[in-house]
């Protein structure tokens, strides 16, 4: 079991920059792999982002890559995003997942391949 709490929503301005950070609790967190998924109004969650359980295959949205990097400290059971050059696109609530897998596939660009969410954090791009 996996816990997972989202924190470093915000608003922004166009062009700017933002971590959002991704706290993990459970025995699991450091063989799971972790990622990011956002949600705009009316849409299903869209994948941004995953890195597997050691940190060193990551795999991004076409959208995002480039400007976002997904991160892991597992000795601290963190995941974080960093997203710059952010654009009114980029606004929507965005969430952590974590898997019991650990491994990254094609499979992590859907929802229904993880298993633990949070509950999200909101991030505003708006000058």
């Known amino acids: 079991q996996v816990q997972l709490v989202e924190s470093g929503g915000g608003m922004v301005q166009p062009g700017g920059s933002l971590r959002l950070s991704c706290a993990a609790s459970?025995?699991?967190?450091?063989?799971?792999?972790m990622g990011w998924f956002r949600q705009f109004p009316g849409k299903e969650r869209e994948f941004v982002a995953a890195?597997?359980?050691?940190?060193?295959?990551?795999y991004y949205a076409e959208s995002v890559q480039g400007r976002f990097n997904i991160s892991r400290d597992n000795a601290k059971n963190m995941v974080y995003l960093q997203m710059n050059s952010l654009t009114p696109e980029d606004a929507a609530v965005y969430f952590c997942?974590?898997?019991?897998?650990?491994?990254?596939?094609?499979?992590?660009?859907?929802?229904?391949?993880?298993?633990?969410w949070g509950q999200g954090t909101r991030v505003t791009v708006s000058s």
């Open positions: 997942a974590a898997d019991s897998q650990g491994t990254i596939s094609r499979q992590v660009v859907s929802h229904r391949h993880w298993d633990y």
């Open positions: 459970g025995r699991t967190f450091s063989t799971s792999a």
């Open positions: 890195i597997n359980w050691g940190g060193v295959v990551t």
